[in-house]
């Protein structure tokens, strides 16, 4: 797949996934057992860690070791990046993270002798407490371990599993979605997103994904526009639901990690990812409201020189279209669920709610 930009051209990854980044893994532990809609996604990086940065915005955010990411502070480099759902009780996830790094002898070298380490694992977390049934079941370190072992630099499982297992955006069922780009430098940019957002990623007026107008040469074939009956049923929906903001205050968040294999400083990859929050915004209205704690990370493993100054404005804007495009595989690859029996929430898949715009 490829798009020209002026005299530019940029092709998706052989995965179209954030493990194109070359070392990069991606594990997931998923939780959807009776009385349960919650999950965990890790990233990890490669052995000796990789720079990163962090952009976090909206009223309602939940992170983990955020502070150390700040361009002034000492440590420039982490060991994995933890996205989990469970609201602020998912942040125990991280145990178990930390623990399979510390196993392995992987992290921020603070002795002289072997093993003398300390693992980083910055993290965000996404609220879907309650929506399997019962409002105590979140992620915790069990998890956090079970998605570090499972981790791996092959193609990015999508949809609902990991952190986007109980995730919802707007009206309908969000997921895990993810979309890299190979520039003609070389370089490979690659996103992964856990869409959980109060806004919609849908425009109401089409019934068309937003993400759509972002995707690269036939990346969202399958699609054409849906029928006038869908939007128009898809319209009634929202505006018959009682709880049009949620579930309460701090019901949403949107997180994800944009990445990329050139070098870059601390400083430049918390630009990455103050840019790759552009993608959310094109892909999600309305976005960073007061009810979502949107947090993108950014990291970048160095494993190609640091891009001329003038084309690294180029490599940043790339991640801002990976993240849209990345919802929108999370919308196209999530499935409908109904745990009402159990006292949680009924998910409408994007397919099933408008099943007029999938091409047979």
Same mark, same amino acid.
């Given at each position: 797949?490829?798009?020209?930009?002026?005299? &530019?051209?940029?092709?998706?990854?052989?995965?179209?996934?954030?493990?194109?980044?070359?070392?990069?893994?991606?594990?997931?532990?998923?939780?959807?057992?009776?009385?349960?809609?919650?999950?965990?996604?890790?990233?990890?990086?490669?052995? $000796?860690?990789?720079?990163a940065?962090?952009?976090?915005?909206g @009223? @309602?955010?939940?992170? &983990?070791?955020?502070?150390?990411?700040?361009?002034?502070?000492?440590?420039?480099?982490?060991?994995?990046?933890?996205?989990?759902?469970?609201?602020?009780?998912?942040? /125990?996830?991280?145990?178990?993270?930390?623990?399979?790094?510390?196993?392995?002898? %992987?992290?921020?070298?603070?002795?002289?002798?072997?093993?003398?380490?300390?693992? =980083?694992?910055? $993290?965000?977390?996404?609220?879907? !407490?309650?929506?399997?049934?019962?409002?105590?079941?979140?992620?915790?370190? +069990?998890?956090?371990r079970? *998605?570090?072992?499972?981790?791996?630099?092959?193609?990015?499982?999508?949809?609902?599993v990991?952190? @986007?297992?109980?995730?919802?955006?707007? @009206? %309908?069922?969000?997921?895990?979605?993810?979309a890299?780009?190979?520039?003609?430098?070389?370089?490979?940019?690659?996103?992964?997103?856990?869409?959980?957002?109060?806004?919609?990623?849908?425009?109401?007026?089409?019934?068309?994904?937003? *993400?759509?107008?972002?995707?690269l040469?036939?990346?969202?074939?399958? %699609? &054409?526009?849906?029928?006038?009956?869908?939007?128009?049923? +898809?319209?009634?929906?929202?505006?018959e639901?009682?709880?049009?903001?949620?579930?309460?205050?701090?019901?949403?968040?949107?997180?994800?990690?944009? *990445?990329?294999?050139?070098? %870059?400083?601390? /400083?430049?990859?918390?630009?990455?990812?103050?840019?790759?929050?552009?993608?959310? /915004?094109?892909?999600?209205?309305p976005?960073?409201?007061?009810?979502?704690?949107?947090?993108?990370?950014? =990291?970048?493993?160095?494993?190609?020189?640091?891009?001329?100054?003038?084309?690294?404005?180029?490599?940043?804007?790339?991640?801002?279209?990976?993240?849209?495009?990345?919802?929108?595989?999370?919308?196209?690859?999530?499935?409908?669920?109904?745990?009402?029996?159990?006292?949680?929430?009924? !998910?409408?898949?994007?397919?099933?709610?408008f099943?007029?715009?999938?091409?047979?």
């Amino acid at each position: 797949m490829s798009v020209a930009s002026g005299q &530019r051209t940029a092709t998706s990854g052989p995965t179209n996934s954030l493990t194109d980044v070359t070392g990069l893994r991606v594990g997931h532990a998923t939780r959807d057992e009776p009385g349960w809609l919650t999950g965990t996604t890790v990233v990890v990086t490669p052995p $000796g860690g990789a720079v990163a940065g962090v952009d976090v915005r909206g @009223g @309602g955010p939940g992170t &983990r070791e955020t502070d150390l990411l700040d361009p002034r502070n000492l440590v420039d480099r982490v060991d994995a990046i933890l996205l989990g759902g469970g609201s602020a009780l998912g942040l /125990a996830a991280a145990d178990g993270v930390v623990e399979g790094l510390l196993a392995d002898g %992987l992290g921020w070298p603070v002795g002289r002798e072997p093993g003398q380490v300390v693992p =980083l694992v910055p $993290g965000a977390i996404l609220f879907d !407490l309650g929506r399997g049934g019962s409002w105590s079941n979140h992620p915790g370190a +069990a998890d956090g371990r079970a *998605a570090y072992d499972s981790a791996s630099g092959g193609p990015v499982a999508l949809g609902n599993v990991g952190a @986007g297992t109980g995730a919802r955006v707007g @009206g %309908l069922r969000g997921g895990i979605g993810s979309a890299s780009v190979v520039l003609p430098s070389g370089v490979t940019v690659g996103a992964l997103v856990a869409v959980n957002a109060l806004g919609s990623a849908v425009d109401p007026t089409t019934g068309e994904p937003y *993400a759509v107008r972002w995707g690269l040469a036939d990346e969202f074939a399958g %699609l &054409r526009r849906p029928g006038t009956a869908d939007v128009e049923a +898809a319209r009634t929906r929202w505006e018959e639901r009682p709880d049009r903001l949620g579930d309460a205050p701090g019901v949403a968040t949107t997180i994800g990690v944009v *990445a990329t294999d050139a070098t %870059l400083t601390k /400083a430049q990859c918390q630009k990455l990812a103050g840019i790759g929050h552009d993608g959310f /915004a094109r892909a999600l209205k309305p976005v960073h409201t007061m009810f979502d704690g949107d947090t993108l990370f950014a =990291l970048a493993t160095g494993r190609l020189p640091a891009p001329e100054l003038v084309d690294l404005p180029w490599a940043m804007e790339a991640a801002a279209d990976c993240v849209a495009r990345a919802i929108g595989h999370a919308l196209l690859a999530a499935e409908s669920v109904d745990r009402r029996a159990d006292g949680g929430v009924q !998910l409408r898949s994007y397919r099933d709610a408008f099943p007029s715009s999938i091409v047979r």
